[in-house]
């Protein structure tokens, strides 16, 4: 089978699908007159720099520092840096450069500007749990405009790489396991960060990690992927490509392999898809040392072919690897890379450059009084709370222990109880914890004089010394105490409360990067504690804390009230306690299933049938002998105050053409006692496939507000584009023939509807 065949004619299937089409060359731009006029005056070595970055020793996002960047930076050497910040630093560099250099050329300094610059945001995970796609552009357009008020012109996000696995640690990163909800989320979050223009007040977004890397190998980070081209292009790509639409000005590359050559030397990946199909006219950045990585992947014998694979390939700039300077000038005498080749990578980082508008102002992001008046203002403030409390998901609420009443006593007993460092979660770089809000605090600042809240830690967040070596090696504060001092000191503070608030689940440094972990239960530490709260016999709320699906059915069956919060940034505190005292009505969803146990994984609702499906009463159909098949708390899954009826979906007709449109319709109505949103959800099934398809596919929510007592009709329109798929010969199409509608509150819990498509 040639691969690269028949992908490229898959991918042409796509382009048309999309509407893309080479159009003919304009006229020479301004900006291509500009750039053309300095890259003839370019040499050779300043062109190279152009494709170099590195980091500063502000921070440290992997694993290396290249002695000596300030040098190479006043020697041309060297096009970006990133890990730097700050008005007055960014100036400091590109001050290097555009003073000391022949050709005055402006660096772009990029960093990971992930939920937010120092006003920090939910975890993009928690986030994405909103399933509100305009609260989510404005926390990345915050982020960006905080960054950009900081010297910052480019952020290392969106991450798209959509993820199913969450013994991954990167699942925090993401929007969950959906490619259609990812794909929209993809295309706001880059909204968000680029604004309309760059006039200063945004930054320029990367897409990332391209691709594949979300589905690494045991869900163990930098691991090899081994996915089908129908999963490459069916599941991880479209969120790629919606941001190429959406008009992304970068791209990162993804660390793993991907049918046997690493993302960082796929040509085809980089050069005939990303580039050439679907039209991406910005530039390429690698991972971090991704070149060099290729020696140890095995596809090179050493750096220098590595750095000439990833220019081949379509790369047009190495971070952090140094190795097209150390290289490429070789290289291109030798015949192993090509002028033209340089020339365009070099071209598409200028443009970038010009874009952002640092040729005409190298310190147009350097802005003291933005960032001293913008930074953290009681508006962005404000707004983080506000995403904060819609990314909470309810996933029980037995007998409405909650909300809880603004009078008695409540003990916060748990290690995330009085917290600051965790709240702010892992990738959340110059965000400054101090300024967190722990649970604790947000609980006296929203509860006031008339709860008397008491705290105690209970547990160590692990007793496990070999995690708590790790995690405070890369930058973790973890502080241990005796454990069964903590555990008698918290059931003394509990036994007096009225209720308590167990405030459980990872710490920070246990997602993202470098954090995959095969038991995603709650550490053991504080299983003992939760054991030893139950028996108290009071009504108890979990609050979890974590970046990632955990196992949760013990909790689940002992526990009357658990509300997920992820890592809900600066605001959490606040944010958690106006949820738990009922001054907002929590309506966020799940966008990633949590399985019953790690043996389930994967498991996800677009799971596809089986030729056995599960029979109690056959044997031999696919089941565990152990434990159920369907998860713990399905996708879409989230509870709510009030309680949400919903009548059968209508559809207006039964049979369609490819021209039609079908129009849906369901009758929700608000019958508990509370105010409150629903995520409306719809998923389609079309029953027979050139190829098999899944049980439900996401096409449509609308998340709506229904005092209590209201009904509403919810509309959705159904069109072919909803109905397509890659067809057996890879042609992207609709098929004739049976489909079912079904609309509901989640995946699992829907009600259904039949309609035919004919030619
Ligand atoms: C490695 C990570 O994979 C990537 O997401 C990040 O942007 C870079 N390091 C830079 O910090």
Redesign the pocket.
Known sequence: MNYKKISCALFFAALTVNGFSQSKPAPKSKMDQYISSLMSKMTLEEKIGQLTQYTSDMAL??PSIRAGYKDDIQKGLVGSI?NAYTPAYTRQLQEMAVKNTRLHIPLIFGY?VIHGHKTIFPIPLGESSSWDLAAMEKSAHIAGAEASADGLHWT?AP?VDIARDPRWGRVAEGAGEDVWLGSLIAKARVKGFQGDKYDGTSVMACT??FAGYGFVQGGRDYNIVDVSQRTLVETILPPFKATVDAGVGSF?TS?NELAGVPSTANKWLLTDLLKKQWGFKGFVVT??TAINEMVNHGNVANDKEAAEAALNAGVDMD?QGAEFARYTKQSVAEGKVSVKTIDEAVRRVLEAKYKLGLFDDPYKYCNEDRARTEIMSQANLDAARDIARKSFVLLKNYQQVLPLKKSGSVAVIGPLGDDKRDMIGNWSGAGDWNKAVSLTEGIKNVAGNSVQVTYAKGANITDDANILRQLNNSGGDISVEDPEKLLKAAKDVASKADVIVLAVGESQGMTG?AASRSDISIPESQKRLMREIYTLGKPVVLVLFNGRPLTLEWEDAHFPAILETWFAGTEAGNAIADVLFGNYNPAGKLTITFPRSVGQIPVYYGMKNTGRPASPENKYSSKYLDIPNDPLYPFGYGLSYTTFTYRRPVLDKTTIKTTDKLNVSVTVTNNGNYDGEEVVQLYIRDMVGSVTRPLKQLRGFQKVFLRKGESKEIKFTLTNEDLKFYDVNMKYTSEPGDFKVFVGTNSRDTQEASFKLTI
């Open positions: 996002t992997g990133f990971d290392f991450m990332k990690h990162m660390f991972d971090y971070m990067e």
